[in-house]
């Protein structure tokens, strides 16, 4: 019986959390994943994140990168939080424009995460200059864009509707429920299989009759949409937005896609294993303050554990040639 590509990649989530769990005991006293709410707080953690990762994994299938993820979080965060504000706020960013419908913010946030995507594929697609800079470029803009927005203030007193959708469990809800449509759609739709053919050989599947460039304008526009969902999600978790939202989430979501298995050359990759590398990121990184090892030495780490993963994904790739 052959066993599924995400197999060993769930021996290293079981394997992390044993290595933590007796460092728990040893140096604390206690237990780390026997922790209801400490596992509350990795998954609610690690759900923004994930929502932007399944954009990223398709993104990277395609042997796509896109590093304005964070970026577009921050700007769909603060255009969302603005059309959130309570009307007895003095310095409502629209003072005509207060107490809505919690829908309309939501859709301005989704919608600021399309038109950026759309502008990255349409960049790829049209321009021919690599997704790098593409993005790299975006990142920048977008960033820009959110400071400019607000001013460099933070966008605050939202309405509890709006609120609403950052409490409780209410993100893992989203996120599941993304990660549900994202699977069935790349494994049993002929979108999905357009999505695998363009990342394992570009040329083969124009010949076979796919509008790639069509194709990846759809890909980044989705990857967009969903950075959108995850800073509106952000926004109401933490009742503001601000320009400094989303810093790293890019590196974040790229580091879980490479973890989970797919590969940076494209063509390989499932949303499973994406959701099981950002197990493991969000595993390591609680962990870690657990232990109490201090926050510049856990990114130092979260850059080895990238790097690693790039080393891991380039022999994975050079076995799978030979």
Known sequence: MKLPPEFSILLVLLGICVFFEALGWYLNGQSFMFNAERLQVIILQMSVIGIIAVGVNMVII??????????VVAASAVVAASLAQVSDFPRAVFPHLTDLNPIWPILAGVLVGVVVGLINGWLIAATGIPPFIATLGMMVAARGFAKWFTGGMPVSMLTPEFAWIGEGANPVIIFLVI?????????????GKF???IGANRQAARVSGINVNRHLIWIYTIAGLLSGVAGTVTA????????GMGVSYELDAIAAVVIGGTSLVGGLGRVTGTVIGILILGVMMSGFTFIRIDAYYQEMVKGGIIVAAVVADQYRNKKRRT
Do not use: E, K, N, P
């Open 62 to 71: 395609t042997s796509g990168i896109d590093l304005s993820s964070g970026s």
């Open 195 to 197: 999505t695998y053919a």
């Open 236 to 243: 109401a978790r933490a009742i503001s937005g601000q320009s």
């Open 179 to 191: 990660v549900a449509i994202a699977h069935v759609v790349l494994r049993y739709t002929r979108f």
